[in-house]
């Protein structure tokens, strides 16, 4: 199912939080939003669920404008950080209950409940109590309650960020392979870079209500257009044009004509070069070993830049070194 947000605009008390947003998705894509904490990404999500009603701009599903119908009208699938679950009623019972809202048979209900919990993994779980589950098992009983009545997109607003990192990273894979099967599409709000990263065919970055730089993972971490998009979106050493025509001049020919004042070139940690090298001009300051990768300070020409190289290749504190770049972005500044 197709989704076209047009110019969109929400603002709370006179502050803007949504600011002329616009983008749309394919059909079956995962999409994430991405930003920091006040950006207007879950109210953007609200908005697309017909919770928050927006100030001005135009959604559309499947080609129908959905802008003004009600929330239960649009056949989305919720799920939020909290869990959300009914205490008092078992997990097959917390993801009937869509169902029993819609007056769906007794036996249909039940027999749509057991198959999406064994969809999620819980297949002999719907006796269960929420309390008697945990968190990860909790998280997936509110997937399976928002697939319950098949809907058109599924939104998630922070899904896995009250969940411990081992079960996060579990349950990120299963949430994908999830979607892909099922071929609903999806919206995901995160603030988390490598749940995007990881997740994600879309990736919408956002700041102070607009859209920085939409496009896939990929395109987002190699090519970041602006300094926000290239520092929150991985690791990133921005350096003036000015230092790289003495220290990388190879770069110069790829920077925007006439941008010398307003573009930095964005090297990832990763594609630094450093070799051990007593005439060298660097020196590693600091070195964190991280088990499949070891991070490295560098102090180079008066500036300190961060360096990755596998956990096996790191250099000692106070190796002098030489210092090149395999690739680079120039990000507007």
């Known amino acids: 199912m197709h989704l076209r947000i047009d110019d969109l605009s929400k603002a709370w008390n006179g502050h803007t939080v949504l600011d002329d947003v616009s983008f749309s998705t394919a059909e079956d894509e995962f999409v994430c939003l991405l930003g920091p904490s006040g950006c207007g990404k879950t109210t953007l999500l609200r908005i697309v ?4 009603t927006p100030d001005a701009g135009r959604i559309a599903l499947g080609g129908r404008d959905i802008t003004t119908l009600p929330a239960r009208e649009r056949r989305m699938g919720l799920v939020f950080q909290a869990y959300s679950l009914f205490p008092d009623m078992t997990a097959a019972a917390n993801v009937g209950y869509p169902m029993r809202l819609r007056r769906e048979s007794p036996a249909k209900i039940a027999a749509r409940s057991s198959e ?5 993994g819980l297949g002999g779980f719907g006796a269960r109590f929420p309390d008697e589950l945990s968190g990860g098992q909790q998280q997936r009983v509110a997937l ?6 098949e809907p058109a997109m599924l939104l ?17 894979t299963e949430i994908r392979s999830l979607q892909r099967g099922l071929g609903i599409p999806t919206i995901m709000v995160t603030h988390d870079q490598d749940e995007a990263l990881a997740m994600a065919d879309t990736i919408i970055c956002m700041n102070h209500g607009r859209i920085e730089q939409s496009g896939s993972p990929r395109d987002l971490y190699e090519r970041p257009r602006t300094r926000f998009v290239a520092e ?3 690791r990133a050493n921005l350096l003036p044009t000015a230092f790289v025509r003495d220290a990388l001049p190879g770069f110069l020919e790829r920077r925007p004509p006439g941008a010398e004042a307003t573009y930095e070139l964005c090297l990832r940690p990763e594609d630094i070069v450093v070799v051990a090298d007593p005439r060298g001009e660097g020196v590693i300051e600091e070195t964190t070993f991280l088990g499949n990768l070891t991070r490295m300070t560098l102090s180079w020409r008066g500036r300190r830049l961060l360096v990755e190289v596998s956990g096996r290749d790191s250099l000692p504190r106070g190796q002098i070194v030489t210092v090149d770049a395999l690739r680079g972005a ?3 500044a």
């Open 144 to 149: 399976a309650r928002a697939l319950a009545t």
């Open 156 to 172: 998630l607003d922070e899904p896995l960020s009250a969940l411990d990192p081992a079960i996060r990273a579990q349950l990120r």
């Open 116 to 120: 999406l919990l064994e969809r999620v």
């Open 330 to 332: 120039w990000v507007c």
């Open 49 to 52: 669920a017909g919770l928050t």
């Open 232 to 234: 929150f979106v991985g």
